[in-house]
């Protein structure tokens, strides 16, 4: 079997319906904009750290299911949608990692040590791709808890970043302003 089909060569695809949709359609950009997330998470796996790579591959999972909830547009009882659990799940994740995390004071610059600033990278495309949820939501019905995951992944994201860069020993830096 190949991969490729040639089916998108005219600037079309499949959503989960098997409807047919360009491929700038806000559904596709959402989804696909999740993916890139998701891919960015994968770059930073292993950070070095195995709380932190656990919880990064269960997100992956996660995102996974936010791809699957946005590419259908009618989805039936069995189809995967985000759940509040997924984001109860983060919420936790986030907490767990404020309490060895000194309360945040300013503003901080992304980046740091190498999984640091791939963490941060990956947060800001998560931003991204909640803006396209929303875009998405603007024009359609949208799961409005797939919107509050990749809300809430972004701080995740941000957290697990000054996280692995604090265990890396690489200070925060703010923005000077001037």
Same mark, same amino acid.
């Not at 796996?45 to 259908?72: C, M, S, W």
């Not at 309360?103 to 999984?115: E, N, T, Y």
């Not at 929303?134 to 994201?157: F, G, K, M, T």
């Given at each position: 079997?190949?991969?490729?089909?040639?089916?998108?060569?005219?600037?079309?695809?499949?959503?989960?319906?098997?409807s047919?949709?360009?491929k700038?359609?806000?559904?596709?950009?959402?989804?696909? #904009?999740?993916d890139?997330?998701?891919?960015l *998470?994968?770059? *930073?796996?292993p #950070?070095?750290?195995?709380?932190?790579?656990?919880?990064?591959?269960?997100i992956?999972?996660?995102l !996974?299911?936010?791809?699957?909830d946005?590419?259908?547009?009618?989805?039936?009882e069995?189809?995967?949608?985000?759940?509040?659990?997924?984001?109860e799940?983060?919420?936790?994740?986030?907490?767990?990692?404020?309490?060895?995390?000194?309360?945040?004071r300013?503003? *901080?610059?992304?980046?740091?040590?190498?999984?640091g600033?791939?963490? !941060? !990278?990956?947060?800001?495309? #998560?931003?991204r791709?909640?803006?396209?949820?929303?875009? +998405?939501?603007?024009?359609?019905?949208?799961n409005?808890?797939?919107?509050?995951y990749?809300?809430?992944?972004?701080?995740? +994201?941000?957290?697990?970043?000054?996280?692995?860069?604090?265990r890396?020993?690489?200070p925060?830096?703010?923005? #000077?302003?001037?």
């Amino acid at each position: 079997m190949t991969i490729y089909t040639g089916r998108g060569d005219e600037g079309k695809t499949d959503l989960r319906d098997m409807s047919r949709v360009s491929k700038t359609n806000a559904r596709i950009e959402a989804y696909g #904009t999740v993916d890139e997330a998701n891919a960015l *998470v994968g770059s *930073v796996r292993p #950070t070095g750290y195995d709380d932190v790579d656990e919880k990064l591959e269960r997100i992956q999972n996660h995102l !996974h299911v936010v791809q699957a909830d946005f590419a259908n547009p009618d989805p039936d009882e069995d189809a995967p949608v985000v759940r509040a659990d997924h984001v109860e799940q983060v919420e936790a994740y986030i907490d767990e990692a404020d309490e060895e995390l000194e309360p945040l004071r300013s503003f *901080v610059l992304p980046g740091g040590g190498d999984a640091g600033a791939k963490l !941060h !990278h990956a947060r800001a495309v #998560t931003r991204r791709a909640e803006r396209r949820a929303v875009a +998405l939501a603007d024009e359609e019905p949208v799961n409005a808890e797939a919107i509050r995951y990749l809300n809430r992944l972004s701080d995740a +994201l941000f957290v697990f970043a000054r996280l692995v860069n604090k265990r890396d020993g690489v200070p925060e830096e703010s923005p #000077t302003y001037d």
